[in-house]
């Protein structure tokens, strides 16, 4: 079965390459047609991710309410993603579906696409590390690569830190995963790069437009609200006067 996935990578991207040429620029146009089958689930959990940006403040409100009963909050946190149609696991979604391309194009690269295969005159050969460019190259040809792998950690880290949930211990955990990711960089094949920074780019540019929509959207509410906050108006009823009685 994962023979079979590898050699449809393989064909996939070959395909590509027979009428483009360049390998690199089969895999971003391979990427890229992935991406936009992807486009309806990624859209959808973007969309829930940044509706719940707007109820942050509820869920915090119930952290803090209930912060000496782990039982409870766990209970009307459920209860809160439940009315609120949110999976707070469904993030992770996308990253679950591109990680078997991204091990299979690895595995790709380093046993069946051709050694001089490479991005046009950028990254001369997408079958080879960073780490051994920089060891048998010169500076200059291994600029692009040291950027790539630079680029390789940063996109695996901005989304996490431009979510506004997330919180203080989560980004110290995304920091340390970007760093980690610098270190996988730099000891994988060129075009694994090249795919996961298109791919990456690709969905950050996607979440930045969807939470600038949502953020317009939430704008207009409140000023909609504030249209048809009712005008309270104090009412100070006149004191009857008592009529002055006929005196016989």
Do not use: H
């Amino acid at each position: 079965m994962w023979s079979w996935f590898l050699n449809f990578i393989y064909s996939i991207i070959s395909f590509f390459q027979g009428f483009l040429v360049d390998w690199g620029l089969a895999i971003v146009v391979t990427t890229i047609l992935m991406r936009l089958l992807m486009m309806p689930l990624t859209l959808k959990q973007q969309k829930s991710m940044a509706e719940m940006q707007k109820l942050s403040p509820k869920l915090k409100e119930l952290q803090e309410r209930y912060a000496d009963d782990p039982q409870r909050l766990n209970e009307e946190m459920l209860k809160f993603y439940s009315e609120n149609k949110f999976n707070p696991a469904g993030g992770c979604l996308p990253l679950i579906i591109q990680m078997p391309i991204f091990i299979g194009l690895f595995q790709v690269l380093r046993t069946m696409v051709p050694q001089e295969a490479g991005f046009f005159n950028i990254l001369p050969w997408l079958t080879q590390a960073p780490n051994q460019v920089f060891a048998s190259q010169d500076i200059i040809t291994f600029l692009p690569y040291g950027n790539f792998v630079v680029l390789f950690g940063l996109l695996t880290l901005l989304p996490m830190l431009l979510n506004q949930q997330t919180e203080n211990q989560m980004k110290i955990m995304a920091i340390v995963m970007g760093v980690m990711m610098l270190w996988f960089g730099w000891m994988a094949p060129a075009g694994v790069l090249l795919f996961w920074v298109v791919s990456s780019a690709w969905g950050l540019v996607q979440q930045l437009i969807i939470n600038k929509k949502t953020k317009q959207e939430t704008i207009a509410e409140e000023e909609a609200k504030k249209e048809f906050v009712p005008v309270e108006v104090n009412v100070v009823r006149r004191e009857k006067k008592k009529r002055p009685r006929k005196k016989n």
